[in-house]
């Protein structure tokens, strides 16, 4: 019987929020065939600069290499426009992490 279970390695990418924008937010639980990963991404001011439609997600090592990667499409349209908001995305990977291994989310155009 699967146990589905928070990943405990999960790791945002560690730059500042940019450009108006947060670092997005992210938790992973894993399932039968990977990893279901949700998250957020918020506009902090008016003024931001273009938002980005997405986020790639990727499988890093315990040395930082990508051994695997996927895009989530942004929604709920709450980077639209000029007003305050988040959007938010969900992805499934087709892999699951190994010891040392990591998840780190990054905004994307």
Do not use: F, K
């Not at 990943?7 to 924008?21: C, R």
């Not at 001011?45 to 290499?65: E, F, K, N, W, Y």
């Not at 709920?76 to 938010?88: E, P, S």
Request: charged share 15%; with cysteine; net charge neutral.
């Amino acid at each position: 019987m699967l146990t589905t279970a928070l990943i405990a390695a999960v790791s945002v990418l560690s730059t500042p929020a940019a450009n108006g924008y947060s670092q997005p937010s992210v938790s992973a639980v894993a399932s039968e065939t990977g990893a279901d990963v949700h998250g957020s991404i918020c506009r902090l001011r008016a003024d931001a600069l273009a938002p980005p439609s997405m986020v790639v997600i990727r499988r890093t090592d315990a040395s930082g290499h990508v051994e695997a990667s996927t895009a989530a499409v942004l929604n709920g349209g709450g980077l639209r426009g000029r007003g305050l908001g988040c959007a938010y995305y969900t992805a499934h990977t087709e892999w699951r992490l190994d010891d040392g291994e990591r998840i780190v989310v990054a905004p994307a155009n």
